[in-house]
């Protein structure tokens, strides 16, 4: 049993999460507390964001204009050990992971829950196109290619 530091009630060792750097090797809150701390971390974030938004119109405006810019129609390949998967998209690969990451639908989003990865977990390979056309019809040789391959995550049958 231990006790949390912030709701002081005893809970059993289970209820805390692991935390290397502790002497005990576990969080001193427990994991709902955790939970509690975590959410209100990122309302704060959310607000602050919101109202620096607020604050810097013209600046916000410019920032999201060059980030749309800076996107352009790609064929991406995201590499974890031997595995792979095969895409294209208009938007910025890192976007696109996040959107794989919580739809766990697809190939890679299973692959990625099933295994707790994150973006940097992934080697990443892009090659660029002056169309989204051009980028789909280079997606689907190359997934073409690898279509009888085991490692390949879009021909996976799970
Ligand atoms: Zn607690």
């Known amino acids: 049993m231990k006790k949390c530091t912030k709701c002081k ?14 002497k005990d090797k576990l969080c001193p809150y ?5 939970r509690e701390i975590r959410k ?3 309302k704060e974030n959310a607000k602050r964001a919101k109202q620096w938004k607020l604050n ?7 920032n999201q204009k060059r980030y749309r810019d800076k ?6 390949i995201w590499k974890h050990n031997e595995f792979f998967y095969i895409g294209s998209t208009k ?3 890192g976007r696109r992971f996040t959107t794989h990451k919580i739809n766990v639908n697809t190939q890679l989003g299973y692959y990625i829950k099933k295994h707790n990865l994150e973006k940097k977990d992934f080697e990443l390979q892009t090659t ?3 169309t989204i056309k051009e980028a789909r019809k280079y997606e689907k040789e190359l997934i073409c290619k690898h279509i009888e391959d085991p490692k390949c995550l879009n021909t996976q049958r799970w």
Do not use: I, L, W
Request: hydrophobic letters at 10%; aromatic letters at 12%.
């Open 128 to 130: 660029y196109f002056e």
């Open 71 to 76: 996107a352009k129609p790609c064929c991406y």
């Open 30 to 34: 427990c994991r709902s507390c955790e």
């Open 40 to 42: 209100g971390r990122s």
């Open 9 to 22: 009630t005893e809970k059993e060792v289970t209820e805390f999460t692991k935390d290397k750097s502790r």
């Open 56 to 62: 810097n119109k013209e600046k916000y405006k410019e």
């Open 91 to 93: 938007q910025h690969t």
